[in-house]
């Protein structure tokens, strides 16, 4: 008689994170600060009072799960509902029914899973059963409601933040699946610490992968008659890369990028190279980056150090010729030079103050004297009239005022002392004394 093989038991055909699903809370892993033992969430859940609320948090913390706890729990009526399959007409005919449910006295909770997905028109349509209470809202994403939920809607939802699970919530979720018979309890798995260890720290925090990893760690593992011995060199090989948590076009591309221009303008040079590695190694577009780097250079090394422009866009030009991998170099010299220069915001702080006044002086007219007249007609009205040309004087200097009458002698421009910015504040300095011995 053929020998049953360890794979051949029905129950190992769904994938393990499937099977390991939580069905109440006290199996729920992870986020104590929402569940935990008089949390507010909690109570909710055991009341069978949940509002509308959205599980904002990253991927493999329990989003669905919870939305499906929920619904093992409540007497409402729950309706699963997913972003990526559904359109306007489906949520039509789920809001009629909830609708003829709330005639009836009976509650309806409807769970939307990537609710970032859908567009504004898709989210309106929820809005107005939410307002009257047909249904009780349940959205679950990975990117920021702020951005990607409807203002409206979200001023109707309470927010309810899911954090990446800790390492030792990971090794509890898979002892757990060790453990339980809808694991691999009853068979045999051995599994030392340091290899659950080593799995739970790939995970980064994502219980999915975790699961996964170790359902493949086990399925590579060296199976005998009395069980299956999971080594440390099946785990290594299915943990030989990992899948950085990155989106570039979601909230984690503008966390990163902030990181990288916060440690370079706080001149970690150490941090910033570390941000900018994580970048490139999740795919990041290098010519991205780059051009953020040019823009940095006049943001916030200014003419502290002006070199520090022309290194920026000779970097962004290197890294146009030869892209990735090799100009992650180039990228590099560019965040090292902009760490450790001088710092001066001077020169934005400048355009952001002429343009506050631009925007709220919008009618000054160009003095006359700095307007051209190539007509005769404009000569006649005076354009150009009195204009003082610099060349002609000895010190390259006139006392001429260019700025308009409303405007005259705002300044925008505050350098610094730092590096060579200092050299700037001194020549302005002596051109703002000159000006005034010579204005009359």
């Known amino acids: 008689m053929q020998q049953q093989s360890f794979f051949d038991d029905r129950i190992m055909t769904n994938p393990l994170a499937s099977r390991l699903r939580p069905r109440n809370l006290d199996e729920f892993v992870g986020q104590t600060h929402l569940l935990g033992d008089g949390k507010v969430m909690r109570r909710m859940i055991d009341s069978d009072q949940t509002p509308s609320m959205i599980f904002w948090g990253p991927p493999g913390v329990g989003k669905t799960t919870l939305a499906r706890v929920i619904a093992g729990k409540t007497k409402a009526n729950f309706i699963d509902f997913s972003a990526v399959t559904s359109g306007i007409k489906e949520i039509k005919e789920v809001m009629h029914r909830a609708e003829g449910s709330r005639v009836m006295g009976e509650k309806t909770i ?63 979720l898979l002892q757990n699946a060790l453990r339980d018979d809808r694991g691999f309890g009853g068979r045999n798995v051995d599994v030392d610490a340091e290899s659950v260890s080593m799995i739970a720290a790939f995970a980064n925090g994502d219980a999915r992968v975790a699961l996964n990893t170790l359902e493949m760690a086990v399925l590579n593992g060296e199976h005998e008659a009395g069980g299956t011995t999971v080594t440390k060199e099946a785990v290594a090989q299915c943990i030989s890369k990992r899948s950085l948590l990155y989106d ?75 892209g990735m991998p090799e100009c992650n170099v180039h990228l590099t010299h560019a965040v090292v030079y902009l760490s450790a220069a001088p710092k001066s915001n001077a020169v934005d702080v400048a355009y952001m103050s002429a343009a506050r006044d631009a925007r709220e002086m919008i009618a000054e007219p160009v003095p006359l004297h700095l307007r051209n007249a190539p007509t005769k007609l404009m000569k006649e009205l005076h354009y150009g009239e009195g204009y003082e040309y610099a060349h002609h004087y000895e010190d390259k200097l006139t006392s001429m005022e260019c700025l308009p009458d409303s405007l005259r002698g705002r300044k925008y421009y505050e350098p610094t002392s730092q590096g060579s910015e200092a050299r700037v504040k001194e020549r302005l300095a002596q051109i703002e004394e000159w000006k005034k011995n010579n204005r009359n």
């Open 110 to 172: 409807l769970f939307v899973d990537e609710i970032h997905r859908f567009n504004k028109a898709q989210q309106d349509a929820f809005l107005p059963f939410v307002e009257k209470g047909s249904i009780v809202l349940i959205g679950a994403t990975t990117e920021n409601p702020s951005f990607e939920i409807n203002s409206a809607l979200l001023s109707r939802c309470k927010v309810f933040v899911m954090h990446a699970l800790s390492d030792d919530d990971m090794k509890r």
């Open 248 to 322: 570039k076009n979601g909230e984690e591309h503008y966390n990163m990028i902030s990181a990288l221009h916060k440690s370079i303008r706080n001149s970690d040079v150490n941090a910033g190279v570390y941000w900018l590695a994580r970048m490139l190694e999740a795919g990041e577009d290098p010519l991205y980056i780059a051009r953020r780097l040019v823009r940095f250079a006049s943001e916030d090394v200014g003419l502290a150090d002006s070199r520090a422009l022309e290194i920026a866009v000779s970097v962004y030009r290197a890294c146009h010729f030869i």
